[in-house]
């Protein structure tokens, strides 16, 4: 993560969070994004800098009040892009959890391979602390998350980094139906 544009992608996350915390843990926000960051570089060695940029990106607009034409000044089109497309579309008045969630996995199955990567990468790292902090949750999180995952592309199930956050939804679900 050493190129110039990722380094900008990293201070402007920060700079968006800032004074933001994850839930379970109370670390920093920002770690979330990196993380997902080099989950993606790890798991998908043909990762560009804009997808590096848009994982590390992913939450700026949902959560702060960054706008994607921000991220498209400050990153170009092809990280706005994909960070729209990693962007939820759902909103509170939109109905219950299940029909915001359906609208937001229809999102997510149109979006392009490289927005699905990221968000493979999302589901992993948003699992470990939800698992490991919330057991009751992490069940109806991953049971949502095995729908996102069934909807995405057949190129996007042939990836490694699908792979492994298939695993970690169908292990906690099988958990969870004995």
């Not at 804009?50 to 991220?71: G, K, P, R, W, Y």
Request: charged share 25%.
């Amino acid at each position: 993560m050493k190129d110039q544009l990722i380094q900008e992608a990293i201070k402007f996350a920060k700079n968006a969070h800032q004074g933001q915390v994850r839930k379970y843990t109370g670390e920093p926000y920002v770690n979330h994004p990196i993380a997902v960051c080099r989950y993606l570089e790890l798991w998908h060695s043909e990762s560009t800098k804009e997808m590096l940029c848009a994982a590390i990106l992913h939450d700026t607009v949902e959560d702060t009040e960054v706008s994607n034409f921000d991220i498209f000044a400050a990153f170009g089109s092809e990280v706005a892009m994909l960070v729209g497309w990693l962007t939820d579309v759902s909103y509170p008045e939109d109905g219950n959890r299940a029909a915001r969630k359906l609208k937001d996995r229809v999102h997510t199955s149109q979006a392009p391979f490289e927005a699905q990567l990221i968000k493979c990468a999302d589901l992993i790292h948003n699992s470990e602390s939800i698992v490991r902090h919330d057991e009751n949750f992490a069940k109806l999180y991953l049971k949502e998350k095995r729908l996102t995952l069934d909807l995405m592309s057949d190129k996007t199930k042939m990836s490694g980094i699908y792979a492994v956050a298939s695993i970690i939804c169908d292990s906690v679900i099988q958990k969870a139906n004995k």
